[in-house]
């Protein structure tokens, strides 16, 4: 039956005196502390970031990694217990061509050098795994490479020996060394699993007897199990053969941390990231303990990850580091028993992040303040850190005890003659370094503005800038000058408005347990222009009316008409749009609808007759205004059709405007099967109205219609009897002249044959 420990590290957490200043946090040790936290850079790099830190808690700390100068590289670094430099290395190639890309993992050798694994790369495409031994100054004693590596890669020491295990390029194979302190190949070999596809080397550790266990992850590509990651424990003795397999279905076990009695401490996750946690195993991979792990309450994100393990140096404490990708980081320290001893919770930043022993039972850990520098932090001998919890509640953890259960797999083991002699070259590389505050990598204050400059009555969002992935932790303290919000304590601010000109500061104040930092930046704001063209009007006079948009020494002016003058006459109805750039940038527009009435707007045109039972529509050329017109008849509209001759007349009232035109219609006398056209006709502007049509005394069965210009450019054609010329071609109006037609008419008249009558001549087009 699981049992559920709830942690509330307020409960757990010895005190100690902290002395917090005002703009970071100063530690006060006592005698027997040699805890410290320390931020290294180097001034000429673009990338300086640490992959795998070493521990010799009687010496100091081993560490490598990615620097980018010019190219990326690869770095060592030893430290003092205190984190001072002793030296610090970059690796490169012989070849200039080629580049060391970065450090994958680090261990210290029995002749007190260094040996870690990097890649090599010419250009962009990646040339094998890397196996380089330093002295105990950090320069290369030799160097090996395996063209046929790629990918990850673990390297350990025991009993003068160095292994090195790296994936195999464009193979489903593990490869595993064993060398000499002085680069003598004692073995090489390729592992393939049963039922295994593809592997990532996870970790790679010494163990009693002379042997080494290897940590591979993989996913299957087939059976139940497609698509999961799986462990592969391997244990090796020193002549290469493996002497146990075992395989640990839906489950990360990507930290291994041995005691010297070949008991070996884990970290292990689930393959769906549903839980994370530690533990304690024989080295015949049986589970003497094991407690998952899941935070009690997490806002945003509810599970927790990480495969950061150490043990203490007198192996009675192991710590393991938990965090979420918001940046939570929790330290656990259980005894070998599996009994939970302490807890540690503080805020950091998210990127990478590794842990070992340190003396006593304390440990160290080595993370990425940013990306151009990295910290390395030791723990009180006993192993705390800090001495409060800094979230607010709950600050714990929830353990399950649980276990897994591994299944037998098969291993093979074939020789191969991977590796080679490779030259690498050691240079010292300058690293400035410096005391730190608690992980004050993600105490940053600096925050980013949707925009610096903007125009009066524009907005701005503010944001917190405080590390890869915004945290749930830490507060905020803004001041806002001029903003209409003048104050806010949250990590965005947004839609913030300024009204008037000037130039305004913001002030953002940002805690994280007791650290404090600040940081400034200045708005802009523009001056805007009083721009307004006033209402929509009508105006009754043909003349117009003039608009204006202002006058201010340096204003730019573009109106919708092309024009870029301060004013426009406008003459003809519309929509017009101005648009004014002021000194600076700021733009302001505005838009106004002018109506422009005058006496054509009742233009009925010239006279016009009817044949008996006939009609004709009365409509003036400027109905596009779609004025409603008031006439004699008592209809209102903008046309009617009339059936008997007459005199009409319309009246045009809008605001203050008034227009009339009066129309004679006469009755014409159609018999005998004639065919009247008109020889002037005025067009309406847009719908319906006036056409060009036949009238005739007698039936029309069927009609062609042509209509052609002075130059005998065919403009209009059509057979449908109901329709007329609108005088446009193309949509667009042609303009005043003689326009010619010609028609083809089929008539029928009483007690008389159907007859084909062609009707040519020319009408006038008025407008």
């Not at 060592?76 to 430099?85: A, E, F, S």
């Not at 003497?288 to 997490?298: C, D, E, P, S």
């Not at 495969?307 to 918001?326: M, N, P, R």
């Not at 022993?357 to 304390?362: D, I, T």
Request: aromatic share 10%.
């Amino acid at each position: 039956m699981n049992t559920i420990y709830t942690l509330q590290s307020s409960l757990l957490l010895r005190n100690r005196l902290v002395l917090i200043a005002f703009a970071c946090c100063l530690f006060m040790w006592d005698a027997r502390a040699q805890a410290f936290q320390k931020i290294y850079t180097n001034p000429d790099s673009a990338f300086f970031l640490a992959y795998d830190l070493y521990s010799n808690t009687s010496q100091g700390f081993f560490i490598t990694g990615a620097i980018q100068i010019d190219r990326p590289q690869a770095f060592i670094m030893k430290t003092d217990l205190n984190g001072v430099p002793a030296w610090t290395k970059m690796v490169t190639p012989a070849v200039a061509t080629f580049s060391y890309i970065t450090g994958e993992a680090i261990t210290q050798t029995t002749d007190n050098g260094a040996a870690f694994t990097l890649q090599k790369q010419a250009g962009v495409v990646e040339s094998g795994g890397v196996l380089v031994k330093t002295n105990a100054s950090g320069g290369v004693s030799w160097a090996k490479l395996g063209s046929c590596l790629a990918g990850s890669s673990e390297v350990c020491a025991s009993d003068n020996s160095i292994y090195f295990a790296s994936e195999g390029k464009n193979v489903g194979s593990v490869f595993l060394a064993k060398l000499s302190n002085t680069g003598q190949i004692v073995w090489q070999h390729w592992i393939d699993i049963a039922n295994a596809d593809n592997y990532t080397v996870e970790a790679l550790v010494p163990s009693i007897n002379n042997e080494v266990v290897l940590a591979l992850s993989t996913v299957p590509n087939s059976g139940s199990s497609q698509g999961q990651v799986q462990t592969i424990l391997l244990r090796i003795d020193g002549a290469g053969d493996v002497q146990q397999a075992a395989l640990f279905p839906a489950a990360r076990m990507a930290a291994l941390a041995p005691l010297s009695d070949g008991r070996i401490a884990f970290r292990c996750s689930a393959a769906d990231n549903s839980w994370t946690g530690m533990g304690l195993m024989s080295n015949q991979f049986n589970f003497l303990w094991f407690k998952k792990a899941r935070y009690n309450l997490t806002p945003l994100l509810p599970n927790i990850t990480g495969q950061e393990l150490a043990v203490s140096e007198d192996q009675t404490q192991i710590t393991g580091i938990f965090y979420t990708q918001g940046g939570e980081k929790s330290a656990l320290a259980f005894d070998v028993n599996g009994n939970l001893i302490q807890e540690e919770l503080y805020a950091t930043n998210t990127l990478t992040q590794t842990a070992a022993a340190a003396p006593g039972r304390g440990y160290v850990r080595a993370s990425g303040a940013r990306t151009t520098s990295f910290t390395l932090t030791r723990s009180f001998d006993d192993g705390e850190v800090f001495a409060n919890c800094f979230f607010p509640n709950p600050c714990g953890l929830i353990l399950e005890d649980a276990t897994l259960v591994p299944q037998t797999v098969t291993a093979q083991i074939s020789n191969t003659d991977c590796l080679q002699d490779e030259s690498a070259v050691a240079s010292n590389l300058p690293v400035v370094y410096s005391d730190h505050c608690v992980d004050v990598g993600i105490v940053d204050a600096t925050f980013r503005m949707s925009d610096t400059t903007i125009c009066a009555g524009g907005t701005i969002n503010f944001r917190r800038n405080s590390g890869a992935f915004e945290p749930v932790f830490g507060s905020s303290n803004w001041s806002i000058e001029g903003g209409s919000i003048s104050s806010a304590s949250t990590p965005l601010v947004q839609n913030v408005r300024f009204n008037q000109p000037g130039s305004f500061s913001i002030r953002h104040i940002y805690t994280v347990a007791g650290c404090r930092d600040t940081a400034y930046l200045t708005v802009t704001v523009l001056g805007s222009f009083p721009l307004s063209l006033g209402p929509d009007t009508t105006v009754c006079d043909a003349a117009g009316l003039q608009l204006t948009a202002g006058m201010m020494p340096g204003l730019m002016y573009k109106w919708n008409t092309g024009s870029t003058a301060s004013s426009l006459q406008v003459t003809e109805t519309g929509t017009y749009t101005v648009t004014v750039t002021v000194p600076g940038g700021c733009v302001a527009q505005d838009a106004v609808y002018v109506r422009v009435l005058s006496q054509k707007d009742v233009d009925l045109g010239p006279d016009a007759v009817i044949c008996e039972s006939g009609s004709t529509r009365l409509t003036p050329p400027a109905s596009t205004n779609a004025l409603p017109l008031t006439w004699s008849t008592g209809e209102t509209g903008v046309y009617i059709d009339v059936t008997s001759p007459g005199t009409y007349s319309a009246e045009l009232f809008a605001g203050d405007c008034y227009f009339t035109d009066t129309i004679v219609v006469s009755n014409a006398n159609c018999g005998k099967c004639e065919v009247f056209a008109p020889n002037v006709f005025t067009p309406e502007s847009t719908q319906g109205g006036n056409e060009f049509r036949f009238a005739a005394g007698c039936i029309v069965l069927a009609a062609r219609l042509e209509i052609y210009d002075r130059w005998g450019s065919l403009l209009f054609q059509s057979s449908d009897l109901n329709a007329g010329w609108d005088g446009r071609y193309k949509g667009l109006f042609m303009p005043p002249g003689v326009y010619t037609y010609h028609a083809m008419l089929q008539l029928q008249d009483d007690d008389q044959p159907v007859e084909w009558r062609q009707v040519d001549g020319n009408v006038l087009l008025v407008r």
